[in-house]
């Protein structure tokens, strides 16, 4: 976390489709996008971090965090950019976990922010900590995950750079005999406003021989929409990966992250999360402690709002059952379900609704499917397909899923032709959102008189501007002219609406970056 450091803010994009093989694994492990338990019951990680490395003497606070209905607890420790946490604190820290039924993930927080904070030490680094404290952690791979190392790069970060170390921390540690499940987190601060992590993120999930490693992602100032929220899930798990939101918060000093949504879409798709932080920030961010100088009893707006409220800890924790409530794995398929019935198409869209499945535990999802290719997914039995060709026949189905990944038989196919393509006729408006040197955060919002199916816009920069990243929408053009056209989810906009999406632009001037015209 962040805790005494400031961010930059930008945003998402898109990475290519890679399924992992099967692998064996004792203790917590991941299958798909999902985090599974020794005995293949699905875990869900649902917690908070607690800052122990700087306040050593709150061990009180594992008993607290239990006692709000938390099943997991993210717990900083150093080995040397602050006062190490030696083998002994460690064990300690695990059987403090284990006697509240916690799991416990393990983070060495050293690496925050490195190639830009000083005193940062680099996943190198950060492995000899973990080999140093090995026997506090061996034979806990049912309680214990290793994160790695904290917000590992900072926003001068290169891509191969994050990739590479990340590759081989982790091949590190499978070398020194680690079993358990990594966890390796984002670079930008955790935020991943680069892409790097989601662009690579099947490279580094091959580089772990166990295929055992979850993605991290840090939700503040950058996900501070539905969209970016929603897209960067779902880019995970259409590329079958396993993703938890490793640290989030309510607000932060570089924006306000929709923790709505965070929370929401975490529960719907069976993602984990971890609030940060129960205790103790500095540095500025003191309104991210959940509780009041470690007192239980002294609940925050934040903390409220992550235990108690709607998608929070205590309505959606479940406690591993490793810790004596042993459940039977799911193996059950979902009911098959209905034939989907299809309305209100369009050149690029239609949608789509049928009977729900049924299962034994619960259908968490649907997919919709033309042949083998996969057009969108869903948490109810509707869905509005986006992005498809004008003047198309396709044949659907639908399949469902549960939490565990069982997948039920497809139902009957329904078929329709999509309508003949159309105008854009929506009025761009720009909007500069953030500068710095050489640098700045631009973003267009196109309001449309009319309903629309698709969109498209075209913008020009004078010498010495250049756009560089684009994320709710395509771009083509190298300069000085760019045009920018939807993206499958956000073609459709109906009459008096707006659709925004944003871009990163480099500039070699002072002052104030200079405003595009439209042609």
Same mark, same amino acid.
């Given at each position: ?15 290519? +489709? ?12 991941v299958s ?15 917690? =908070? ?20 209905g938390?099943? =997991? ?37 050293? =690496? ?55 590759s ?15 966890? +390796? ?6 935020q ?31 996900f ?39 929370m ?32 239980t ?29 042993p459940?039977?794995?799911?193996t ?35 997919d ?8 969108g ?14 003047s198309?026949?396709?044949? +659907? ?58 969109w ?14 684009v ?36 500039w ?12």
């Open positions: 976390m962040r805790t005494r450091l400031a961010f930059l803010v930008a945003l998402l994009a898109s990475f290519f +489709v890679w399924a992992p093989p099967a692998h064996a694994a004792t203790g917590l492990h798909g996008t999902k985090i599974l338990e020794g005995n293949g019951t699905p875990f869900v990680m649902r917690g =908070t971090s607690h800052a122990h490395t700087w306040y050593p003497s709150q061990t009180a606070s594992f008993a607290g965090i239990k006692s709000l938390a099943n =997991t607890v993210r717990v900083v420790l150093s080995g040397g950019r602050w006062t190490p946490n030696t083998a002994s604190d460690v064990a300690n820290v695990v059987s403090l976990c284990t006697q509240n039924k916690l799991i416990c993930v393990l983070e060495n927080h050293d =690496t925050t922010g490195y190639g830009e904070q000083s005193g940062a030490y680099t996943l190198d680094q950060a492995v000899d900590y973990w080999i140093s404290v090995k026997s506090a952690v061996a034979g806990q791979e049912d309680h214990v995950v290793i994160n790695i190392g904290n917000e590992p790069f900072g926003n001068n970060a290169t891509t191969p750079g994050w990739t590479q170390a990340t081989a921390a982790i091949k590190r540690m499978r070398d020194a005999g680690f079993q358990h499940l990594l966890m +390796v987190d984002a670079p930008n601060w955790g991943d406003w680069s892409f790097t992590m989601r662009d690579n993120a099947a490279t580094v999930f091959a580089a772990d021989p166990q295929r055992n490693t979850v993605f991290s992602i840090h939700m503040y100032g950058v501070d929409t539905a969209a970016e929220v929603t897209d960067y899930m779902q880019r995970f798990q259409t590329a079958n990966l396993p993703l938890v939101v490793g640290e989030f918060g309510f607000n932060h000093s570089d924006g306000d992250p929709d923790e709505d949504t965070i929401a879409q975490a529960q719907s798709r069976g993602i984990g999360y971890l609030g940060w932080s129960w205790s103790g920030n500095g540095g500025g961010v003191e309104y991210l402690d959940q509780v009041t100088d470690f007192n009893a002294g609940l925050t707006s934040w903390g409220r709002r992550l235990f108690n409220g709607a998608n929070g800890i205590a309505q959606t924790s479940r406690e591993a059952t490793v810790y004596g409530n459940g039977t794995p799911d059950q398929k979902p009911g098959r379900p209905g034939r989907p019935a299809v309305s209100e198409v369009t050149s690029t869209g239609a949608k789509l609704t049928w009977a729900a499945a049924t299962d034994n535990v619960g259908v968490t999802g649907y919709v499917y033309s042949g083998t290719t996969r057009l997914s869903a948490t109810t039995a509707s869905l509005t397909l986006t992005g498809l060709t004008p198309t026949a396709y044949t +659907v189905h639908v399949v469902a899923r549960d939490a565990a990944g069982n997948v039920s038989d497809a139902s009957d196919t329904a078929s329709f032709t999509t309508l003949a393509g159309q105008a854009s006729g929506c009025t761009p408006s720009y909007k500069l959102v953030n500068s710095w040197q050489g640098g700045f955060q631009g973003e267009i919002t196109l309001r449309c008189a009319g309903a629309v199916t698709s498209k816009t075209s913008l020009t920069y004078p010498s010495g501007v250049g756009v560089t990243q994320w709710n929408a395509t771009m083509t053009g190298n300069g000085p002219t760019y045009t920018f056209a939807n993206v499958g989810y956000n073609g459709g906009v109906p009459a008096g609406g707006s659709v925004t999406f944003g871009y990163i632009g480099s070699n001037g002072t002052g104030t970056p200079p405003a595009p015209t439209f042609p």
